[in-house]
T-cell receptor, first 111, second 112 residues
Framework: DTEVTQTPKHLVMGMTNKKSLKCEQHMGHRAMYWYKQKAKKPPELMFVYSYEKLSINESVPSRFSPECPNSSLLNLHLHALQPEDSALYLC??????????FGNGTRLTVT | GEDVEQSLFLSVREGDSSVINCTYTDSSSTYLYWYKQEPGAGLQLLTYIFSNMDMKQDQRLTVLLNKKDKHLSLRIADTQTGDSAIYFCAERRMDSSYKLIFGSGTRLLVRP
């Protein structure tokens, strides 16, 4: 299995909703990442988990809450989002000293 | 500064070569990457080069690295319509955080 799988592919949520994005990989990668990508822009790093511990938080607002329950799974919990949070959310993973492998993303729309 | 710079748009005819350019910022960057993004999809790793190399070839792709000028290029030989996408270069900074700094992306349009 050489894929990073993200679910759902699309998500529409209201500003008062709570939802979660999920990411899974079975490549034995021990570093997992969340990126946010707005239209026609490069991806922006949000969080990095290394060996299931949060190692980087790029000053992301607390309405985004990451979780790494085990080495194969990465979640992003969403609560009280704003319309400007609408974007493509990309998960990525890597093994030591190797390139990042990206999933196909979740297209999030906040109404 | 923090910026990795790319030209925004490139249009080529099918069968021609495409050259996408990138200038990066940190002379101590260890790896430099090229990713491809098709509409509605994630980023697909195309190739990467270690900073002690000046060229890498992989089938239709050739990466050239000029460390003195901090310039990276991706040449696609015999460009096909399926190569139409956005291409991002990215540098990995020489620190322990393994952060990738992405360029703004170059949209490649291949005309039949």
């Amino acid at each position: 299995d050489t894929e990073v799988t993200q679910t759902p592919k699309h998500l529409v949520m209201g500003m008062t909703n709570k939802k979660s994005l999920k990411c899974e990989q079975h490549m034995g990668h021990r570093a997992m990442y969340w990126y946010k990508q707005k239209a026609k822009k490069p991806p922006e790093l949000m969080f990095v988990y290394s060996y299931e511990k949060l190692s980087i938080n790029e000053s992301v607002p607390s309405r985004f809450s990451p979780e790494c329950p085990n080495s194969s799974l990465l979640n992003l919990h969403l609560h009280a989002l704003q319309p400007e949070d609408s974007a493509l959310y990309l998960c990525a993973s890597r093994k030591y000293n190797s390139p990042l492998h990206f999933g196909n993303g979740t297209r999030l729309t906040v109404t | 500064g923090e910026d990795v710079e790319q030209s925004l748009f490139l249009s080529v005819r099918e069968g021609d070569s495409s050259v996408i350019n990138c200038t990066y910022t940190d002379s101590s960057s260890t790896y430099l990457y090229w990713y491809k993004q098709e509409p509605g999809a994630g980023l697909q790793l195309l190739t990467y080069i270690f900073s002690n190399m000046d060229m890498k070839q992989d089938q239709r792709l050739t990466v050239l690295l000029n460390k003195k000028d901090k310039h990276l290029s991706l040449r696609i030989a015999d460009t096909q319509t399926g190569d139409s996408a956005i291409y991002f270069c990215a540098e990995r900074r020489m620190d322990s955080s393994y952060k990738l700094i992405f360029g703004s992306g170059t949209r490649l349009l291949v005309r039949p």
